[in-house]
Nanobody
Framework: QVQLVESGGGLVQAGGSLGLSCAAS????????MEWYRQPPQKERELVAT???????KYADFAQGRFTASRDGAKTTVTLQMDNLNTEDTAVYFC???????????????????WGQGMQVTVFS
């Protein structure tokens, strides 16, 4: 019910900055949570930041003070600004949203969870 398309990412030297953006389309009115995850090479996917329905942001310990997640009021875009990057931040980054079920005319669409396609971020020393 919601489609996500990510942009940004790429190659950056340690200590540098990079931004990611994720555009949401579809039933964005029903989104409750917008998140960023990452998956480092040969490791499990991990949560980076969560933005709840009130727009409050929580960060993983490794992201606190270096990463800034934000979204627009219409919940059509979520961004992740990453500063002071280090080599351990190298990963594929994913945006993720969750939403509540809703009716569209007479059809009910259940609660949903959607993922972006993932963007590679590589930090070199």
């Amino acid at each position: 019910q919601v489609q996500l398309v990510e942009s940004g990412g790429g190659l950056v030297q340690a200590g540098g900055s990079l931004g990611l953006s994720c555009a949401a389309s579809g039933a964005t009115f029903s989104i409750t949570t917008m998140e960023w995850y990452r998956q480092p090479p040969q490791k499990e996917r991990e949560l980076v930041a969560t933005i709840n329905i009130r727009g409050e942001v929580k960060y993983a310990d490794f992201a606190q003070g270096r990463f800034t997640a934000s979204r627009d009021g219409a919940k059509t875009t979520v961004t992740l600004q990453m500063d002071n990057l280090n080599t351990e931040d190298t990963a594929v980054y994913f945006c993720h949203v969750e939403g509540l079920g809703y009716y569209n005319r007479s059809t009910y669409y259940p609660d949903f969870s959607s993922w972006g396609q993932g963007m590679q971020v590589t930090v070199f020393s």
